[in-house]
Antibody, heavy 115, light 113 residues
Framework: QVQLVESGGGVVERGGSLRLSCAVS????????MHWVRQAPGKGLEWVAF????????SYADSVKGRFIISRDNSKNTLYLQMNSLRVDDTAFYYC????????WGQGTMVSVSS | DIVMTQSPDSLAVSLGERATINCKSS????????????LAWYQQKPGQPPKLLIY???SRESGVPDRFSGSGSGTDFTLTISSLQAEDVGVYYC?????????FGQGTRLEIK
């Protein structure tokens, strides 16, 4: 059974840091590119970051570039998102996902940045 | 970046009637090597994550009722609900996953008339 399970969300003050994790099972994680997508309350879906299957290439939305870092540990089948210098407008549900052919998403984890 | 534009922004349809949502991409999302359009449709209800309905523009995800269908190729796509049911109320998004950055339409809110 395919599962992507995000964790690490919570409430953090503006300027703080948080690390999200996404534990993957049921599909070939180590050969799959991975993404983070977020959704602010009442808003649409926004792509955040991408990492290649081997971790040797990544890209970011302009809104998070220089503050967020995507990484992966293929030995642990886990994807990460290190979020630094958090802003109030980073408040959102964060989803990990893969879009190799059949899109697969996790259930999301909520990040709330207080002012 | 590929811009995805949905129409209409909101839609009210009577129960049992057909609902149609359109999605236009600013660039072609058809991958010529496998002849597949990297276009997906999602349904989202309040408090829930997006639910995949259609991928590769016209392939229905397992478990999705056959009243949902996707069509189109290249830059123009359509999601059709053949006979609207009460549980179909929600927001619908199209998404291209042809290249990074992945981009989404702005969403279409579907309500019962």
């Amino acid at each position: 059974q395919v599962q992507l399970v995000e964790s690490g969300g919570g409430v953090v003050e503006r300027g703080g840091s948080l690390r999200l994790s996404c534990a993957v099972s049921g599909f070939p994680f180590r050969s799959s590119a991975m993404h983070w997508v977020r959704q602010a309350p009442g808003k649409g879906l926004e792509w955040v970051a991408f990492i290649r299957y081997d971790g040797n290439n990544d890209s970011y939305a302009d809104s998070v570039k220089g503050r967020f870092i995507i990484s992966r540990d293929n030995s642990k089948n886990t994807l990460y998102l290190q979020m630094n210098s958090l802003r109030v407008d980073d408040t959102a549900f964060y989803y990990c996902a893969t879009f190799g052919g059949l899109p697969i998403w996790g259930q999301g984890t909520m990040v709330s940045v207080s002012s | 970046d590929i811009v995805m534009t949905q129409s209409p922004d909101s839609l009210a349809v009577s129960l049992g009637e057909r609902a149609t949502i359109n999605c236009k991409s600013s660039q072609d999302v058809l991958y010529s090597s496998n002849n597949k359009n990297y276009l997906a449709w999602y349904q989202q209800k309040p408090g829930q994550p997006p639910k995949l309905l259609i991928y590769w523009a016209s392939s229905r995800e397992s478990g999705v009722p056959d009243r949902f269908s996707g069509s189109g190729s290249g830059t123009d796509f359509t999601l059709t609900i053949s006979s609207l049911q009460a549980e179909d109320v929600g927001v619908y998004y199209c998404q291209q996953y042809y290249n990074t950055p992945i981009t989404f339409g702005q969403g279409t809110r579907l309500e019962i008339k």
